[in-house]
Every structure is written in C-alpha cells, then in structure tokens.
C-alpha cells in the first residue's frame, strides 16, 4: 500500500485534463487553462497568482534598513510587514556576508485583506500535494542580498537586497528567479523591475500537474508543480527544449525541493532522531553561521517528514526583531512547537532553555568520511561558537538504523554526486514516514461508515470516533513491521505522536475528507432515487421543502467541491426541474425563482 496525499475536495476536472494533456505553453500571454477559463482575469491578476510583491530593502545611514521600492505600486503591506521584511532582509552583522547571498524567511501576515483571485487560487491549491498548500496566515520572502565595498558611500558598502514575497512555498523556482534577476538589477534601475514584474504578469496560472513555461528577462524556465495524484518520492523531469525563437530554456527539476544531503551533511549521523523530533512537533533551532545556512536547514527539516505536512510555525531565518521575538522566547512558559533558524550569538543565551538545539558551522560537503559525532548535553551550548552538533537530552524511540549511515558514507568515499545522496536521503526519510503514517491511514479508513448505511432520505452518518486504544490493538498485527524492519519503541511513538499538532493537522483533513465523501454519497443516493415519484405521494409543503434541501445541495456541493461526478449534479438537477414542473404554476414560478442560501 502506497501512501498518497489526496485532495480534500476529489479532482477538479478541468484540472486532471489539463494535466493529462499538458502541451508546452507559449512565453507570450495565453488564456487561462482549465479552472480558470471562467475568470476574467485583470491586469496584474496573474502577478498576484505567483507573487504579493517585489521589495527593494536598502541600508540608509540614519534609518537602518528601510524598504525603498515596492512593485506593483498597488501593493499593500502594512507598517508591521514592512518592518518584517527590513529586518528579515538583511543578515545579522556578525554573519560578515560579503558579495551575494541567498536565503529566505517566513512571515505572519496581517489580518483581514483580501485578494481578487482568492476562490481560483483556492481552487489552484486544493490540486496540490498538502506540504505544498498555502498557509493564508503566512507569507515567504524571498532574498538576494549583496554587500560589496564602495569607497563612494559614507558606510563603505553597498548593501541592498531584492526580495520576492510569495503565499508560495516553491523555494527553488524562486532562488532560481532572482539568480537570473538580482545580479542585473543592481546594475540597472527600478526600470529593470518594472520590466520584470511585466513578465511574470504574462505567467500562465500556477496549475499543479502542468508544464509550465514562464519568461522572465529573455529565459524561459521550465517546471512543473507537484499534484497531491503524483506518487509520493517521484518527480517527473522535465525536459529542455530548442525554443524556436532561440531563447534560452532552462528546465527545473523541482520547484521546492532543497539540497536534502548537503543541509543534513553536518548532522548526518542524527537524521533518524531528527527525523522524530520534527514529526512530533518538538521546539528546535538550528544555530548557524548564515542565514542561507540556517534557512536552507530548517526547510531541509520541514519537509523531512513529506508527505505528512509539517502544521507548526517555523522560521527559516529569525532574529531579534521579530514581531514573534517575545512571544518564541519567553522562559514563562514551556518552547512552543515551533522550528527556529537563527544566526545572532545572542540566541545562544535567550534560547538556552530549549530542549532540542542544532549547531550547524558552514556548509561544505565532506571530501572525507565524517566523523562520528556524539549528541551533546545542553548545558554544554554556551555560545554560537560551541562546536556543531545537536544538543539534546532526547532518547529517540526507534533504533538507529545504521545502513542509511554507511551508504551515505560509502556514497562520500565514491565521491557520488550530492544530487544523488539527496535522492537517497529522500527516499530513506519518505519510507519512514510512509512505514509510520499507513496503520494510522488504514484505521482512520475503517472509521468510515458502510456505503449501505447511507440513506437517501435520512442526514449522511457520522464517522466513527477515533480511539487511541483501538488503534493502537490494531499495531500489532497491522503495524509498521509490516513495511520496516526498523526495531525500538514503535508503540510509544505513536502516543507522543498523538499528542502532537501534526497528528492534529493530519486528523483534521483526513477527517474533512471523509465527511466531504459521505456528502457525495448522500448526493449520489438521492440521484438514483425516483424522486418525481416521492413528490407525488407527498403534500406541497413536503414537497417544496425537498426542492429547497437539493437546492441547497447543489449549492454545497458547489461551494465546498465535494468529489461528486459532474453527471451526478446534471442529474439531480433535472431531477429539481422535473418536480418543480409538476408543481402548480404559482409554485413554479416562486421555485424557479428562489435561489438558495
């Protein structure tokens, strides 16, 4: 049994034909694709599909980091956001990075705006796998900073960073757009952004499953984004093409992926521990030179556990600025569940109180085997120049799982390609989490009720309630040994895990799925029911209180995109019809009328 993560709402059909004929899309402005052919799209709509906004942060000698230029010019950031970003932008002075470097942050946003395409964007993300769906309350930014010396400026250096924000997660699309962008704008004038923005506003929408062609500046990148029907640990690779028009393409093979084995290279020998802590939604930082170094690893954390979405906050990159500065570090109450990359020496002091630190020094792949490496005792994490390693009193559950080891090691001897160790990596980690997560899947299925408990006449039936106790009765004949040969405290596992948001976030959407496809059931029941038949064996009221329940089916249907064949709605739409028809005409004419609510 393979582990996938489906969509909450069933396929949107438009959507899986799009993908099932995906042709290569043109760089000049097309129409939209599949679900978004109803919508009327205005210009900088398809900007805002792909991005909130392009910040320009500078160093001003009497205001510190200030936000210089904002494109569009509509954008609306509030004053919080906008100090976010000035801070978040630039690295922490002791980082000492000179020339240009990469990394990104995440964000809360400010309650209560609105965008223009918010139901299409929605209709976009119920497609994707669910470690890639937005979190509205967040956003991402992402940075090229530069700093170079410059005897003209009173400072001595040049320091200015170009910043995406994105709802996004797609980390790499975005490193590899501003590796293209940044280093000519520097050179250039806001003219040179004005331009850039116009391109990404010629982007086809962002389709899960679809090849895609986007033009930024003369390049063509080529992708595709992940859809939740993709078999989990496969990414299909998308091929370089002659573009006719002799424009450079350049192929992506993945849109949010990281460098896997050079973030964990440090740390490698923990992976597994690691790998625990992160599934059971335990505090941790990671304490590094850089905020690239620090960024990178925190997502290389976060998605160590995909499939299963990682549900608590984490920061690739935060310093004491922060507007959740106070709120993450506070000793009046226990760490929250929550993953920290810092770089400041002062968190090596405020974050003492921790139980579970990452000590990370450059990221270098190894020419040599590393060296084992001891977990440390947290009292010994003084400053950030205590050596690299985890500092925890952490006793993982499972047993070490010592072949991963050897053949990342014996991968570093042959001098294998760190794509290849990444691939290894992903795969060990992607089995571990599919050997964890399938008894869980296949109870939570067993809590749906039977199909032929479900009556056309009567409200949909409940699902079961989950019971620890049964599911754990249910591991030992249908556990993890079936899948892993790992040995250790499974059991005891499962119990922390149930505790942890996580495992919350998990319930939650298997738990809204399963109620969306009993809703189907209901709906596809009373298609195959002669409804015409029932109305004429009932009075008036009972019978234009039916036509109003379906109504108000169709519209939920509709509303929540309950997995329901589209044939199925044609039907108990006739079926509305056909009843209203041998209704009186006064009736008729007020049903036909009546819309729903």
Same mark, same amino acid.
């Given at each position: 049994?393979?582990?996938?993560?489906?969509?909450?709402? /069933?396929?949107?059909?438009?959507?899986?034909?799009?993908?099932?004929?995906?042709?290569?899309?043109?760089?000049?402005?097309?129409? +939209?694709?599949?679900?978004?052919?109803?919508?009327?799209?205005?210009?900088?709509?398809?900007?805002?599909?792909?991005?909130?906004?392009?910040?320009?942060?500078?160093?001003?000698?009497?205001?510190?980091?200030?936000?210089?230029?904002?494109?569009?010019?509509?954008?609306?950031?509030?004053?919080?956001?906008?100090?976010?970003?000035?801070?978040?932008?630039?690295?922490?002075?002791?980082?000492?990075?000179?020339?240009?470097?990469?990394?990104?942050?995440?964000?809360?946003?400010?309650?209560?705006?609105?965008?223009?395409?918010?139901?299409?964007?929605?209709?976009?993300?119920?497609?994707?796998?669910?470690?890639?769906?937005?979190?509205?309350?967040?956003?991402? /930014?992402?940075?090229?900073?530069?700093?170079?010396?410059?005897?003209?400026?009173?400072?001595?250096?040049?320091?200015?960073?170009?910043?995406?924000?994105?709802?996004?997660?797609?980390?790499?699309?975005?490193?590899?757009?501003?590796?293209?962008?940044?280093?000519?704008?520097?050179?250039?004038?806001?003219?040179?952004?004005?331009?850039?923005?116009?391109?990404?506003?010629?982007?086809?929408?962002?389709?899960?499953?679809?090849?895609?062609?986007?033009?930024?500046?003369?390049?063509?990148?080529?992708?595709?984004?992940?859809?939740?029907?993709?078999?989990?640990?496969?990414?299909?690779?998308?091929?370089?093409?002659?573009?006719?028009?002799?424009?450079?393409?350049?192929?992506?093979?993945?849109?949010?992926?990281?460098?896997?084995?050079?973030?964990?290279?440090?740390?490698?020998?923990?992976?597994?521990?690691?790998?625990?802590?992160?599934?059971?939604?335990? +505090?941790?930082?990671?304490?590094?030179?850089?905020?690239?170094?620090?960024?990178?690893?925190?997502?290389?954390?976060?998605?160590?556990?995909?499939?299963?979405?990682?549900?608590?906050?984490?920061?690739?990159?935060?310093?004491? *600025?922060?507007?959740?500065?106070?709120?993450?570090?506070?000793?009046?109450?226990?760490?929250?569940?929550?993953?920290?990359?810092?770089?400041?020496?002062?968190?090596?002091?405020?974050?003492? *109180?921790?139980?579970?630190?990452?000590?990370? /020094?450059?990221?270098?792949?190894?020419?040599?085997?590393?060296?084992?490496?001891?977990?440390?005792?947290?009292?010994?994490?003084?400053?950030?120049?205590?050596?690299?390693?985890?500092?925890?009193?952490?006793? +993982?559950?499972?047993?070490?799982?010592?072949?991963?080891?050897?053949?990342?090691?014996?991968?570093?001897?042959?001098?294998?390609?760190?794509?290849?160790?990444?691939?290894?990596?992903?795969?060990?980690?992607?089995?571990?989490?599919?050997?964890?997560?399938?008894?869980?899947?296949?109870?939570?299925?067993?809590?749906?009720?039977?199909?032929?408990?479900?009556?056309?006449?009567?409200?949909?039936?409940?699902?079961?309630?989950?019971?620890?106790?049964?599911?754990?009765?249910?591991?030992?004949?249908? /556990?993890?040994?079936?899948?892993?040969?790992?040995?250790?405290?499974?059991?005891?596992?499962?119990?922390?895990?149930?505790?942890?948001?996580?495992?919350?976030?998990?319930?939650?959407?298997?738990?809204?799925?399963?109620?969306?496809?009993?809703?189907?059931?209901?709906?596809?029941?009373?298609?195959?029911?002669?409804?015409?038949?029932?109305?004429?064996?009932?009075?008036?009221?009972?019978?234009?209180?039916?036509?109003?329940?379906?109504?108000?089916?169709?519209?939920?249907?509709?509303?929540?995109?309950?997995?329901?064949?589209?044939?199925?709605?044609?039907?108990?739409?006739?079926?509305?019809?056909?009843?209203?028809?041998?209704?009186?005409?006064?009736?008729?004419?007020?049903?036909?009328?009546?819309?729903?609510?």
């Amino acid at each position: 049994m393979s582990l996938r993560e489906r969509s909450p709402s /069933g396929a949107v059909e438009a959507g899986e034909n799009a993908a099932a004929e995906a042709s290569p899309a043109e760089a000049s402005p097309v129409e +939209p694709d599949g679900p978004d052919r109803r919508l009327s799209l205005l210009p900088w709509d398809r900007f805002s599909a792909w991005l909130h906004c392009v910040c320009v942060v500078g160093f001003d000698l009497e205001l510190g980091q200030a936000v210089e230029v904002i494109y569009p010019l509509h954008s609306k950031l509030t004053d919080k956001e906008k100090t976010n970003i000035c801070y978040l932008s630039f690295p922490d002075s002791n980082s000492g990075c000179l020339g240009d470097t990469q990394f990104c942050f995440r964000f809360r946003r400010s309650t209560g705006r609105k965008v223009s395409l918010c139901c299409f964007l929605d209709q976009l993300d119920r497609d994707l796998p669910v470690y890639l769906k937005k979190d509205p309350a967040y956003y991402y /930014g992402y940075v090229y900073f530069r700093q170079v010396r410059d005897k003209s400026l009173k400072r001595g250096y040049f320091q200015k960073s170009l910043v995406l924000i994105s709802k996004l997660p797609y980390v790499h699309l975005f490193r590899t757009m501003l590796k293209q962008i940044a280093p000519e704008y520097f050179e250039k004038s806001d003219a040179f952004l004005e331009a850039v923005c116009s391109d990404v506003d010629r982007w086809p929408p962002p389709i899960p499953g679809k090849i895609l062609h986007l033009p930024i500046m003369g390049i063509i990148m080529k992708l595709r984004i992940p859809t939740y029907r993709d078999k989990p640990g496969t990414t299909p690779i998308v091929q370089n093409m002659h573009q006719a028009d002799a424009q450079i393409s350049m192929a992506l093979p993945t849109v949010h992926e990281v460098d896997l084995f050079r973030c964990f290279c440090p740390v490698f020998f923990h992976i597994q521990m690691l790998w625990e802590l992160v599934l059971l939604g335990e +505090p941790l930082v990671v304490m590094a030179p850089s905020p690239s170094e620090s960024s990178e690893t925190v997502l290389a954390l976060v998605s160590c556990i995909s499939p299963l979405k990682y549900c608590s906050d984490f920061r690739p990159y935060f310093t004491i *600025h922060d507007s959740e500065f106070k709120e993450y570090t506070t000793r009046t109450q226990a760490p929250p569940s929550v993953i920290l990359g810092v770089t400041n020496p002062f968190f090596a002091k405020t974050l003492q *109180h921790w139980p579970h630190i990452i000590r990370i /020094g450059d990221i270098k792949l190894p020419g040599e085997v590393p060296k084992q490496v001891k977990v440390k005792k947290l009292k010994n994490l003084k400053t950030l120049d205590s050596k690299p390693g985890v500092y925890t009193s952490y006793k +993982p559950y499972l047993n070490k799982d010592e072949e991963i080891v050897k053949q990342l090691q014996k991968g570093v001897q042959q001098k294998r390609p760190t794509e290849a160790q990444s691939v290894i990596l992903r795969r060990y980690f992607l089995e571990l989490t599919e050997s964890f997560i399938i008894p869980l899947e296949r109870y939570v299925a067993s809590l749906m009720p039977l199909q032929k408990c479900i009556s056309p006449w009567k409200s949909p039936p409940q699902l079961r309630q989950f019971s620890q106790d049964d599911f754990m009765k249910t591991l030992e004949k249908a /556990g993890p040994q079936l899948t892993s040969g790992l040995k250790g405290d499974w059991i005891g596992l499962y119990r922390h895990f149930l505790k942890s948001p996580n495992f919350d976030g998990w319930f939650r959407s298997r738990q809204k799925e399963m109620t969306q496809k009993l809703e189907a059931l209901h709906l596809e029941a009373l298609c195959n029911e002669n409804l015409v038949f029932w109305s004429q064996k009932h009075t008036e009221v009972e019978t234009v209180d039916l036509v109003l329940k379906l109504k108000n089916k169709l519209l939920q249907a509709d509303r929540e995109h309950l997995p329901v064949k589209t044939d199925t709605l044609k039907k108990l739409q006739t079926h509305i019809n056909d009843i209203i028809l041998a209704l009186p005409d006064d009736l008729q004419d007020i049903l036909l009328k009546t819309g729903t609510t």
